[in-house]
């Protein structure tokens, strides 16, 4: 096999690699979009006014983030996850489990939001091993917002 031949076979293993990454994220916010409207609807408690706008703030950030992270997948001829099945199949996260307290939901969030940020960072990996420099820079500026809003959640929770 040629030099030409090896390195395209490594490029197509490492964009394939990329882009199962790529649908994890997807699945990933796909899911957690869901559960962030149900602590929206369900919070409850002193807190409610603050969480109940920042569930709806945060729910906006991750159909933002896969709609970005998707539209990136078809430019670099990948296919999203387009259907619930997929999405739970391949997220990461859970989906939301019962009635939880106003401090358990913050909590769940920013595990979600940790969890993100490990699957963001295998594709920050990813991306560079496929020299994707558009979409490691993507996924990078993704995780500087997400480590903000951990803090900020943290904050909330005197932690």
């Known amino acids: 096999m040629s030099t030409i031949q090896t390195r395209n076979n490594t490029f197509a293993n490492n964009a394939t690699a990329l882009q199962e990454v790529l649908n994890r ?20 408690g ?5 969480l109940h706008a920042k569930f709806e703030e945060l729910y906006n950030l991750a159909t933002a983030n896969m709609d970005e992270v998707a539209e990136r997948l078809l430019a670099i001829g990948g296919r999203p996850v387009a259907t619930m099945g997929e999405q ?17 939901m913050v909590e769940s969030v920013v595990a979600d939001l940790r969890t993100m940020v490990d699957v963001i960072h295998q594709g920050i990996h990813e991306a ?3 020299e ?4 490691e820079d993507m996924l990078i500026g ?6 903000k809003e951990v803090w900020m959640l943290n904050a909330f929770l005197g932690k």
């Open 142 to 147: 993704f995780t500087a917002a997400l480590d």
């Open 132 to 135: 994707d420099n558009a979409t």
């Open 46 to 50: 002193p807190h409610f006014f603050t």
């Open 25 to 44: 994220q997807i699945a990933g916010w796909s899911v957690l979009y869901t559960k962030l409207h149900n602590f929206h609807w369900y919070v409850q």
């Open 88 to 104: 739970l199949r391949l997220s990461p996260i859970e989906e939301a489990q019962g009635q939880l307290s106003a401090e358990r």
């Open 128 to 130: 560079g091993e496929a």
